[in-house]
Antibody
Framework: QVQLVQSGAEVKKPGASMKVSCKAS????????IHWVRQARGQGLQWMGW????????KYAQNFQGRVTMTRDTSISTAYLELSGLTSDDTAVYYC??????????????WGQGTMVTVSS | DIQMTQSPSSLSASVGDRVTITCRAS??????LAWYQQKPGKVPKLLID???TLQSGVPSRFSGSGYATDFTLTINSLQPEDVATYYC?????????FGRGTKVELK
């Protein structure tokens, strides 16, 4: 079945970097863009950006410009989210989600299970 | 950036009640509006996109309407399994923006 499976929980020190993976299966990975969304505990959903899984080109939300990097490896159908300069405000569940179309102008039809990232000294 | 304002932030209703959640965009977004359901501790689930297109498998008691800046999610005959937080989302171009959510509880 179509699914996105993310890497496991991480604990990071302030100032460190995180890297979360998102492995796709059940469909042609490069046919759909992947978005990243995060959710702090008890809070709403915050869009971080998308990656064109075909070309590898990203689009980042302004809030994260300069410290976010989205990449992909088509050989293993996996997208990656890297965030640097972590602070306690980055403690959240990070989700990858599939854009429901060939272009990045759709809602998100498939979501990963989420990866909890805790930033603590 | 376009802001999405959802109301109410929470509501309590009885089984069988009709529930209405509204979402207002700060600028025109046409029909580029989606609704998600997130149950406690679970992943968001797409219920409706393009304002009113129900996703496969979503019960028909859910419906969406609206256009331009004002949108509504309606749950006809609330069921216990509908207890969740509902988010609207503006999509189509960056940034994709979510409303703050509406928590639906049973009375």
């Amino acid at each position: 079945q179509v699914q996105l499976v993310q890497s496991g929980a991480e604990v990071k020190k302030p100032g460190a970097s995180m890297k979360v993976s998102c492995k796709a299966s059940g469909y042609t990975f490069s046919d759909y863009f992947i978005h990243w969304v995060r959710q702090a505990r008890g809070q709403g959903l915050q869009w971080m950006g998308w990656i064109n899984t075909n070309s590898g080109g990203p689009k980042y939300a302004q809030n994260f410009q300069g410290r976010v990097t989205m990449t992909r490896d088509t050989s293993i159908s996996t997208a990656y989210l890297e965030l640097s300069g972590l602070t306690s405000d980055d403690t959240a569940v990070y989700y990858c989600a599939r854009d429901d179309g060939a272009d990045p102008d759709n809602a998100f039809d498939i979501w990963g299970q989420g990866t909890m990232v805790t930033v603590s000294s | 950036d376009i802001q999405m304002t959802q109301s109410p932030s929470s509501l309590s209703a009885s089984v069988g009640d009709r529930v209405t959640i509204t979402c207002r965009a700060s600028q025109y977004i046409g029909k580029y509006l989606a609704w998600y359901q997130q149950k406690p501790g679970k992943v968001p689930k797409l219920l409706i996109d393009a304002t009113s297109t129900l996703q496969s498998g979503v019960p028909s008691r859910f419906s969406g309407s609206g256009y331009a800046t004002d949108f509504t999610l309606t749950i006809n005959s609330l069921q216990p399994e509908d207890v969740a937080t509902y988010y609207c989302q503006k999509y189509g171009d960056a940034p994709w923006t979510f409303g703050r959510g509406t928590k639906v509880e049973l009375k």
